[in-house]
């Protein structure tokens, strides 16, 4: 069985089954000789009533009960005889009633037998009786030493107070002894019942006291320990029967904790002895980390309710007591400094629920106050603890000493992090009470931090954020009092007031820069600035020292929004409503908020492009190009019409002197255009975005060209805009009529301009614009190109039509001879590629189109090339020759291909060794078919390839057709070296090659032969 449930939670299973050794109670149980004395035993119960009125009826027979050990016990019949006698006189009563008995009985036996016999046996019968009296008398000696013992320990009010002398004595008396098992017997129930009345019930704590007073009674007793053990064991085994019958869950948590509470007294009273003295393991089946948890949680109850006692006062005097109870509980430092922790972190969440009952209370006459007292007792208990830690005899010091922490505690969390907040952050405004903060404060503080479990940045906003109340105050007072005004140095009079605060100097000059916005916005909410406002704005930056760029940002956020406002109204009042008064409106507002006029500009420049997105946007969403360059149209003439004017009123010009300046200006861009862009005067629709002197006065005055979607547009899209309207200026205006028909309106110069002045609004530079005139003629010419070039032949007839073409897109002479080389050579590609790959071009033609300077290298394929190598080499080695010329194969060849050589040589290896034992196999089948010069040039093969890779001697089934083959082969009247070649590679000897040129007729040759063999 597991007893786990004996001492683990209460929320383990109850009710397990038993093993028979539990059920058996006989084992360990004390013996007990004299059953009369078992009826006046008294047994204290263990057992947990589960109803308060058990629990009341239980208390009120104890109290009843003279003590803990019952009532007196009475002596009956002989054993008041042998209390009444002292050893030696029951010793000589014994004599001599023994010898009175043998005298009596020979004297009777003689007197009635006659004979000495008779007398001898009445002697023995007599003898024998009072020898049995004696025996009786004497055996009951132990039960009355027991009785006397028990009657003795109960007439104590207090047992503790039983001497060991006082025990030794009854048992000398009557001469007994503690082996005696009567005598012992009682000693153990003597014993059982004070342990049983020692340990408290299940519901109960242990005192601390009980191991001390079990040891000093077990002492007086004079028990031996295997016996206590015993006992010890027996009242575990009550403890389980009871168990088994209590049906109640909470009288079975009882039950359990009473059993561990056995376990840890029983312990401690035996020390180390008890690993063998008391075999919990064994008896009950628990484990030895059980037994362990069970001593644990036990001197963790009794060193928390010492740890009870401990208050915020805690000296030197207190934490070596507790160290000494931690000791004499047997609780390792590790548990008891957790403990110690625990206790010290719930003292101190007192005070902080104190604490945040006063500062969120309704009531706060003295709210702040107590809250800080209540801070305050916090942080001393830390600094008392942290001392104690560093004391010279911390070491015996209960464990646990330091600085206290909230982590595994009830502020523990995301929750009451808030809660804490706001703690820090009273004790932080009350820190800077005075106006200032003192050093002793700022360790408070970190120490507060600490114990709160705030992070760095927590603390420090809370911090900023109560410094910048404080130092705004500050400089307030010092502004008014005119302290900052009369300081020597405004920047040294603001950092050490920073100093004293221990206030970022970069917050502050945050401050700084707010509070001069909050008076710009004052000054500006009438719409502009007077010379009294920017000398006050002035006054302020001296004052506190703010940089001009901070000055600048600030008016352009402020005073910028108020002008983009009045920008916004006079963009929306459109091409018709951009009059005098708006324009006055303008002006006012560029001049009397004290703007400069980049940012002026540059607010005005996001507004005006936001319109022209818009307008780009409209133009896109058209369903025709004709919609598409009239949505362009509309954003040109809003640029002229609007928008010019609009710059020309910020900038404070008048229309007239825009104009001068513009004509001034224009030619000297223009003549620099013209210097640059000389080369593409060719270009037609280039030639006509630049129109004559009179066009431009017809048109009237320019555009302004200083805003622009260079920004706001990627590249290819301005230039797909410029491009849409350069071929409305092309094709002119599309209108469709009916059945399907449309009819294009030819447009004058005039919208060249436009497009001009459209290129200006896009940001696109001369060498862009010229580049989309350049494409899209390019585009042109390439069209018809294809169609007059389609079979890549050029001719002088279509020479002659392509400079037509070329003069009618207007595209240059080098870019249309580009186009045309592009054409031809494609053309030139495909047809080559297709050569090669139908095997129609050979190295004599790739030679002659490389002398004539034909690129192959972009023409063909790199893989075509080695295919042409592959193919040029299998026809060497298929020439049946015999020849072999290396330079030309391994580096003419590759040269010409552009190909790799050493991969070429791969090649020509790998072609070699598989050409070779093939021309052998071929050189036989033609032999069988009697084809001898088909023989020749196989074997011929066979040698070129062994020029290529030098092979070892052929092996072949039938030799005589190797020796055939060799004279074939000298009858053809080789070169002396083929011959000997071929020798060596048809494996024949010197011998048999001798003999065969002697008798070379021996294959027949001719026709008339053949038919006489046939």
Same mark, same amino acid.
């Given at each position: ?469 404080? !130092?705004?105050?500050? *400089?307030? #007072?010092? $502004?008014?009092? /005119?302290? =900052?005004?009369?300081? %020597?140095?405004? @920047? ?23 509070? !001069?916005?909050?008076? *710009?916005? #004052?000054? $500006?909410?009438? /719409?502009? =600035?007077?010379?009294? %406002?920017?000398? @006050? ?478």
């Amino acid at each position: 069985m597991n007893l786990s449930l004996q001492i683990t939670s209460p929320t383990s299973t109850p009710h397990p089954l038993l093993f028979p050794h539990f059920i058996n109670p006989s084992l360990h149980r004390i013996k007990i000789s004299n059953p009369k004395n078992r009826n006046f035993r008294y047994r204290l119960s263990i057992t947990r009533n589960s109803t308060p009125q058990q629990q009341q009826q239980q208390i009120s027979t104890n109290n009843n009960n003279q003590n803990v050990f019952g009532g007196k016990k009475e002596l009956s019949g002989i054993q008041i005889l042998v209390d009444s006698l002292s050893p030696s006189i029951r010793l000589a009563s014994s004599v001599v009633i023994v010898a009175g008995a043998i005298a009596a009985g020979y004297g009777l036996g003689f007197k009635f037998g006659g004979n000495r016999n008779t007398g001898l046996g009445g002697a023995l019968a007599l003898g024998a009786a009072s020898s049995a009296a004696v025996y009786g008398m004497n055996s009951c000696v132990p039960d009355v030493a027991a009785v006397n013992l028990h009657n003795y320990v109960a007439g104590f009010d207090d047992p503790t107070e039983l001497d060991n002398q006082d025990v030794v004595k009854i048992a000398e008396r009557y001469g007994v002894s503690k082996q005696d098992e009567a005598f012992n017997a009682e000693l153990c129930e003597l014993y059982s019942g004070f342990v049983s009345s020692i340990l408290p019930p299940g519901g109960e704590n242990l005192k601390g006291n009980e191991v001390e007073t079990i040891i000093k009674f077990k002492s007086a007793l004079g028990i031996d320990d295997p016996d206590a053990a015993a006992v010890h064991m027996e009242i575990g085994r009550r403890i389980f029967r009871q168990r088994l019958e209590t049906g109640d869950r909470e009288d079975d948590i009882e039950q359990r904790r009473a059993f561990q509470k056995l376990i840890y007294v029983s312990t401690l009273v035996f020390g180390e002895a008890s690993a063998f003295l008391l075999p919990w393991k064994r008896v009950f089946k628990i484990t030895n980390s059980q037994v362990e948890v069970a001593i644990r949680d036990c001197a963790q109850r009794l060193y928390s309710s010492r740890l009870k006692s401990l208050g915020r006062d805690v000296d030197e005097r207190e934490l070596i007591s507790l160290r000494e109870a931690q000791l004499q509980y047997q609780l390792s430092d590790e548990l008891a400094a957790d403990m110690f922790r625990e206790h010290t972190r719930t003292l101190v969440e007192q005070n902080i629920s104190t604490a945040l009952d006063i500062l969120k209370s309704r009531i706060r006459a003295r709210g702040p106050a107590q809250v800080i007292e209540e801070l305050d007792k916090i942080l001393a208990f830390s600094n008392q603890l942290m001392y104690l830690r560093n004391h010279p005899e911390a070491s015996r010091f209960a464990h646990g000493l330091g600085p206290i922490n909230l982590l595994g505690g009830e502020y523990d969390g995301d929750r009451k992090m808030d809660d804490l907040k706001l703690l820090y952050r009273a004790y932080v405004a009350e820190s800077f009470s005075s106006g200032r903060i003192e050093e002793n404060k700022l360790v408070a503080l970190n120490h507060l931090k600490n114990i709160f479990g705030l992070g760095n940045r927590e603390a420090e906003a809370i911090m900023s954020e109560v410094a910048s109340k404080v !130092y705004r105050r500050r *400089l307030s #007072q010092a $502004v008014s009092s /005119g302290d =900052l005004e009369a300081a %020597d140095s405004k @920047a040294t009079f603001l950092q050490n007031l920073c100093d004293e605060l221990h206030f970022d100097p970069q917050m502050a000059s945050d401050i700084h820069k707010d509070i !001069y916005q909050q008076k *710009l916005k #004052q000054l $500006v909410a009438k /719409g502009e =600035l007077s010379e009294e %406002d920017v000398s @006050a704005l002035l006054r302020l930056r001296v004052m506190l020292c703010i940089p001009q760029k901070t000055v600048e940002t600030a008016h352009s956020d402020i005073c910028g929004s108020l002008f983009e406002k009045v920008v916004r109204d006079a963009i929306a009042s459109g091409v018709d409503g951009y009059d005098a008064d708006v324009r006055a409106s303008v002006r006012k507002a560029a001049h009397g908020l004290r703007l400069t006029k980049d940012a002026a500009m540059d607010i005005a420049s996001k507004a005006v492009r936001k319109m022209f997105v818009n307008y780009i946007k409209l133009s896109r969403a058209a369903g025709s190009r004709t919609e598409s360059a009239r949505e362009l149209k509309k954003m040109i003439a809003f640029n002229t019409l609007v928008v010019t004017e609009l710059v020309a009123d910020i900038k404070g010009e008048t229309t007239d002197s825009d104009v001068d300046t513009k004509s001034e200006e224009e030619p000297v861009e223009q003549t620099k255009e013209l210097e640059e862009e000389e080369e593409w005067e060719s270009i037609q629709t280039l030639r006509k975005t630049r129109p004559s002197q009179e066009l431009e006065a017809k048109l009237g005055k320019p555009s302004q060209t200083e805003i622009n979607l260079k920004d706001d547009l990627s590249l290819r899209d301005r230039t797909e805009l410029y491009q849409t309207y350069l071929m409305y200026c092309i094709t002119g205006e599309v209108t469709k009529i009916p059945f399907g028909a449309q009819i294009a309106t030819k447009r004058d110069n005039s919208e060249y301009l436009l497009l001009n002045q459209l290129g200006v609004l896009l940001g696109l530079t001369g060498k862009e614009i010229v580049e989309v005139h350049r494409s899209l003629a390019e585009k042109a010419f390439r069209q018809q190109a294809e169609v007059i070039l389609a079979d890549g032949q050029l001719t002088k007839a279509r020479i002659d039509q392509l400079n037509e073409v070329q003069k009618q897109v207007g595209l240059p002479a080098e870019h249309a001879q580009k186009v045309i080389k592009t054409i031809t050579r494609s053309k030139m590609a495909s047809a080559i590629e297709t050569a090669v790959s139908q095997g129609r071009l050979n190295m004599k033609q790739i030679r002659e189109l490389k002398e004539a300077s034909v690129d192959l290298d972009t023409m063909i394929s790199e893989s075509l090339r080695e295919n042409l190598f592959k193919k040029t080499v299998d026809e060497i080695f298929s020439s049946g020759t015999g020849e072999f010329d290396e330079e030309e194969v391994y580096t003419k060849i590759p040269l010409d291909l552009s190909i790799n050589v050493e991969k070429a040589k791969t090649v020509v290896h790998e072609l070699a060794k598989a050409r070779l034992s093939n021309s052998l196999i071929q050189a036989v089948a033609l032999l069988r078919q009697r084809n001898h010069s088909g023989v020749v040039s196989s074997l011929n093969n066979m040698l070129t390839c062994d020029k290529a890779v030098p092979a070892e001697p052929l092996s072949w089934e039938v030799p005589e057709e190797l020796s055939d083959l060799y004279v074939i082969y000298l009858k053809s009247d080789p070169a002396p070296e083929k011959l000997s070649r071929l020798q060596y590679l048809l494996g024949i000897d010197d011998d048999s090659a001798s003999s065969l040129r002697e008798t070379g007729d021996r294959i027949p040759l001719g026709a008339e032969e053949e038919e006489f063999v046939f």
